[in-house]
């Protein structure tokens, strides 16, 4: 504690101080996310990736914006800092950053649509 008052807002993450512990939140990134790559409107997802997809080079697919991807790619990084539940779909999609194609996107897309279902989840 400070002058300042408690700690409520720290690069991004919002932290709520209780009896129970500390609890780290990133619902405002979460929500800027979803509203930068124009998803705020979709439907939400249980999963974040489904446990009978398999990712691999695509060299048939279409190849999409590298920088969008990257950009997408990035942002889910940061968000994984206090969202263990996406770190192994994130780290996976990141794998295809030089050549990413459409079912890359379909993947990093499908991680989106299931932080619109659970902006409000804590660490």
């Known amino acids: 504690m400070s002058i300042m008052g408690e700690l409520s807002f ?4 919002k932290i709520k101080q209780s009896k129970e512990g500390i609890f780290l939140c ?11 790559f124009e998803m705020e409107s979709c439907k939400a997802a249980t999963t974040p990736m489904s446990t009978d997809y398999y990712l691999s080079v695509d060299e ?4 999409v914006d590298q920088t969008k991807y990257r950009g997408l790619i990035g942002s889910l990084l940061y ?3 206090s969202r263990l ?3 192994f779909d994130v780290c996976l999609c990141a ?3 030089s050549s990413p194609s459409e079912s890359h996107l379909k993947v990093a897309k499908r991680i989106l649509k299931y932080l619109k279902g659970t902006t409000s989840m804590c660490l």
């Open 60 to 63: 048939a697919g279409t190849t």
């Open 26 to 36: 990133q619902s405002k990134y979460c929500n800027y996310i979803l509203k930068k």
């Open 95 to 97: 794998r295809f950053q």
């Open 85 to 87: 539940d996406i770190m």
């Open 10 to 13: 720290f690069l991004g993450l």
């Open 79 to 81: 968000l994984s800092a």
